[in-house]
């Protein structure tokens, strides 16, 4: 890889520390070129978020609340301001209330569901729509999904629900902007150390699980994530669109646990 991204400019969305997958995808695009602006979203993820941006160069920090439209409109408003256009968009929002991802996906609140839903799968949808209207020449869409889309994952729940509902609007997207040249994937790591990802039940065990299963016998690295995000966006990812990309170990061809583990 050599600069593959240089002359790009872009939009990450979900930093909330040196942990995130969003910020192994920020550094990667940074490190070949990339011009970067970062949302957060309240004083506290700010306070994070702002050190590592500098980091690699960027001071364009907007606060976003993806479930307020004048958040949005705002933060939009500032990136064409100061770019005129952009050329990619990383989303890498998701949420539910903690204490349903534990116990019987059927006893879900109302309330949790279509909040979920909306953080997790709207926002992508909003976000999409009007980062379209800055890529004049085309560009690039990524959001972060999970195979809990489409197997059962114990203490997933109605995340397993959200994430599925974003991979077929990843597809109903990738199909309303190709005319426009712009592409939109979705990347699917295995379980990861994050912030995120500590908040699921029982995420120690899956993540000693995967690992010991995965055909390459390890979990994916933010490495690993960021370069598949670089691929996706760079012009070297112009053919591809509404795609599923999984970056696991290859964890998700399994139909058992390997022998020695059975």
């Known amino acids: 890889m050599a600069n593959w991204m240089t002359g790009k400019r872009g939009l990450v969305m979900g930093v909330a520390n040196e942990r995130s997958i969003?910020?192994?995808?920020?550094?990667?695009?940074a490190d070949e070129g990339a011009e970067l602006a970062f949302s957060y979203q309240g004083d506290a993820f700010g306070k994070r978020v702002e050190?590592?941006?500098?980091?690699?160069?960027?001071?364009?920090?907007?606060?976003?609340?993806?479930?307020?439209?004048?958040?949005?409109?705002?933060?939009?408003?500032?990136?064409?301001?100061?770019?005129g256009s952009?050329?990619?968009?990383?989303?890498?929002?998701?949420?539910?209330?903690?204490?349903?991802?534990?116990?019987?996906?059927?006893?879900?609140?109302?309330?949790?569901?279509?909040?979920?839903l909306t953080i997790?799968?709207?926002?992508?949808?909003?976000?999409?729509?009007?980062?379209?209207?800055?890529?004049?020449?085309?560009?690039?869409?990524?959001?972060?999904?999970?195979?809990?889309?489409?197997r059962v994952s114990p203490n997933y729940n109605v995340m397993g629900v959200a994430k599925a509902a974003l991979e077929s609007a990843t597809?109903?997207?990738?199909?309303?902007?190709?005319?426009q040249k712009i592409r939109v994937n979705a990347i699917s790591p295995g379980p990861m150390k994050?912030?995120?990802g500590a908040a699921i039940g029982g995420a120690r065990a899956?993540?000693?699980?995967?690992?010991?299963?995965?055909?390459l016998r390890a979990n994916a690295t933010l490495e690993a994530i960021g370069g598949t995000a670089a691929w996706l966006c760079s012009d070297f990812g112009a053919s591809t669109t509404g795609e599923v990309i999984h970056v696991d170990g290859g964890y998700h061809v399994l139909g058992f646990p390997q022998p020695a583990n059975m």
């Open 206 to 215: 899956t993540y000693r699980h995967t690992e010991e299963n995965a055909p």
């Open 51 to 83: 050190p590592l941006a500098a980091s690699v160069g960027s001071s364009l920090l907007v606060d976003v609340d993806v479930n307020d439209d004048n958040s949005l409109d705002a933060c939009f408003a500032t990136l064409k301001d100061r770019w």
């Open 171 to 179: 597809r109903y997207l990738a199909n309303d902007l190709g005319p």
């Open 86 to 116: 952009m050329d990619f968009l990383i989303h890498a929002i998701a949420f539910s209330d903690k204490t349903e991802l534990t116990g019987r996906f059927i006893n879900t609140s109302r309330g949790n569901f279509q909040n979920s």
């Open 120 to 150: 997790s799968c709207f926002s992508f949808i909003d976000v999409a729509r009007r980062a379209s209207e800055m890529m004049p020449d085309g560009g690039s869409l990524i959001t972060l999904t999970f195979q809990g889309s489409n």
């Open 22 to 29: 969003a910020w192994g995808i920020a550094k990667t695009l």
């Open 194 to 196: 994050t912030l995120a």
